[in-house]
């Protein structure tokens, strides 16, 4: 029987986004599981689609010891603070020394955190539980598929494994795959050979969904490759809204022979260079978007507006309005939108009760320049607690509470608010409130790409709206200042230049 200390700490940065993640983000988890230690990390993560739940899973199915260390995630914000990254940080590294002589450890990170005082949040973890274990032990992570990988993550883990599908789908899988890796090392007794290759260009968050081309071809590739060169590969397409010199695509690998993990990742990095000019989709304009909604959506059949640059799980709070005034204004029939990100909204309709009639000014919130309350009179038609489990094929078995949900009635158009951030992208959020999605003839979702793993299936087409936002579908609109030179900012674009010192 091995010892495997067992841990995780998840955020992906977006750093202009509007508020950062402190520690009670983290304490509280909201979409997420709540912070956790110990020995409640197994039983609180157990059944849901989480790595570390998969992870565990295959360790104990092997018999294995795993002490737990520390578990928190929270959902996409600006960068995490210094406050809570020491705390959880020291919370992990504490309980892995009292752990005494670990054969491994598994960590459950995204890949893609900025903190306060550090550029590569998950590197600086990866670096302290080197220091405490020593260089015999091997460390194991699962990625998020949008990690942005940085070559300290790579000096000081023996083993990354990053998510295969967007919407991530595989999260329970890749834990597996993880702690599959881990014991390998472990049976082995030494490193395996490994290899990275940075692509030059960023994509948008909805171009690399592997729902679509080039994601859903690519990903077939890797998984032969792998075979093919007796490897374990993961393509890590980034998360492009990090200003901070390793944001940036990523191939990478492990394996018994050096030269054809070299072989693995230079073959699958050529493809990927390759499909550059597919990773270009089409954006539109909310007028543009509802128009052509309103005419192809049915009921059993409709439209989904993916109101992308307000995502939730790209650092948006999920509070602008600029699809929800469009809405208003086509007035189309079955219109949806959700879910629009207000606490006080929320409380103030269930002030009023069922049936009541008011003026809201709704959303804004974050107090993004240029962005302003929608003022208008709506009805409440639906009132409910936001306690509920997900049944989608992403967040199955995730227990939500989203605190005091509601559902705002103008004309045609009914918008669902939650007080809790968190991104549409499981048909619960709506079913919980009384609305089935399959019935309307609009959907608008925010949500980038995770929407599309139980909503695809009953729409009818899906449009990426750009309606103003803080998470942009074009990284070329960022004011970047710190990305590596030349690294071009969208596929076949313009490649970044570092600004003058004074500038």
Same mark, same amino acid.
């Given at each position: ?182 014991? /390998?090392?472990?049976?082995? +007794? =030494?490193?395996?050979? $490994?290899?990275? #290759? *940075?692509? &030059?260009? !960023?994509?948008?968050?909805? @171009? ?41 695509? /990523?191939?990478?690998?492990? +394996? =018994?022979?050096?030269? $054809?993990?070299? #072989? *693995?990742? &230079?073959? !699958?990095?050529?493809?990927? @260079? ?55 204004? *086509? ?173």
């Amino acid at each position: 029987m091995a010892v495997i200390a067992v841990g995780g700490f998840q955020h992906e940065t977006n750093t202009f986004a509007p508020s950062k993640a402190d520690y009670a983000t983290f304490a509280q988890g909201g979409a997420w599981p709540p912070l956790t230690e110990g020995d409640a990390i197994a039983p609180r993560l157990g059944g849901a689609n989480i790595p570390a739940a998969g992870a565990l899973a295959t360790l104990h199915a092997a018999g294995h010891r795993t002490p737990g260390l520390v578990w928190a995630a929270a959902s996409p914000t600006a960068h995490v603070t210094a406050d809570a990254f020491e705390r959880i940080v020291g919370t992990l590294t504490r309980r892995l020394e009292q752990a005494g002589a670990v054969d491994g450890v598994y960590l459950d990170l995204h890949g893609a955190m900025v903190t306060e005082h550090l550029d590569d949040g998950d590197g600086e973890i990866l670096a302290r539980v080197r220091r405490i274990v020593g260089p015999g032990v091997p460390i194991v992570a699962s990625l998020d598929l949008h990690a942005n990988v940085t070559r300290q993550m790579m000096a000081f883990a023996d083993g990354l494994v990053a998510y295969r599908t967007y919407p991530h789908v595989d999260m329970k899988q890749t834990g597996e795959r993880a702690a599959r890796l881990l014991l /390998t090392l472990h049976e082995r +007794g =030494a490193p395996l050979a $490994r290899a990275a #290759r *940075a692509l &030059d260009f !960023l994509t948008s968050l909805p @171009a690399q969904s592997t729902f679509i081309e080039p994601g859903r071809r690519l990903y077939e590739l890797l998984a032969t490759v792998e075979r093919e060169e007796e490897a374990v590969l993961s393509f890590t397409p980034g998360f492009p809204m990090a200003d901070f010199p390793e944001c940036q695509m /990523t191939v990478l690998g492990y +394996g =018994a022979d050096p030269v $054809r993990v070299r #072989r *693995a990742v &230079d073959r !699958l990095a050529r493809a990927v @260079a390759e499909a550059e000019a597919e990773f270009v989709v089409e954006l539109f304009d909310p007028a543009t978007a509802i128009a052509r909604a309103a005419r192809r959506g049915e009921v059993g059949a409709p439209v989904v507006l993916a109101d992308t640059q307000d995502n939730p799980g790209a650092g948006g709070n999920g509070d602008t309005t600029g699809l929800l005034a469009a809405l208003i204004a *086509a007035n189309p029939p079955d219109a949806v939108l959700g879910l629009l990100i207000d606490r006080a909204s929320a409380a103030q309709a269930h002030a009023l009760g069922v049936g009541g009639k008011a003026t809201f000014h709704l959303g804004a919130t974050s107090g993004l320049p240029g962005h302003v309350p929608l003022v208008g009179e709506f009805t409440v038609s639906v009132l409910a607690d936001g306690n509920f489990t997900c049944t989608g094929p992403m967040f199955k078995g995730f227990s939500m509470q989203l605190g005091p949900m509601a559902v705002l009635t103008h004309d045609n158009v009914r918008v669902v608010l939650a007080s809790k951030k968190v991104q549409a992208a499981d048909q619960a959020m709506f079913r919980h409130v009384g609305i089935e999605p399959a019935r309307e003839r609009i959907l608008a979702l925010k949500s980038s790409a995770h929407f599309r793993a139980d909503f695809a299936p009953i729409a009818r087409e899906i449009l990426i709206v750009a309606a103003p936002g803080p998470a942009p579908a074009d990284p070329s609109t960022l004011p970047f200042r710190r990305l590596r030179a030349g690294l071009r900012l969208t596929p076949l674009g313009p490649a970044f230049v570092p600004p003058h010192p004074d500038a």
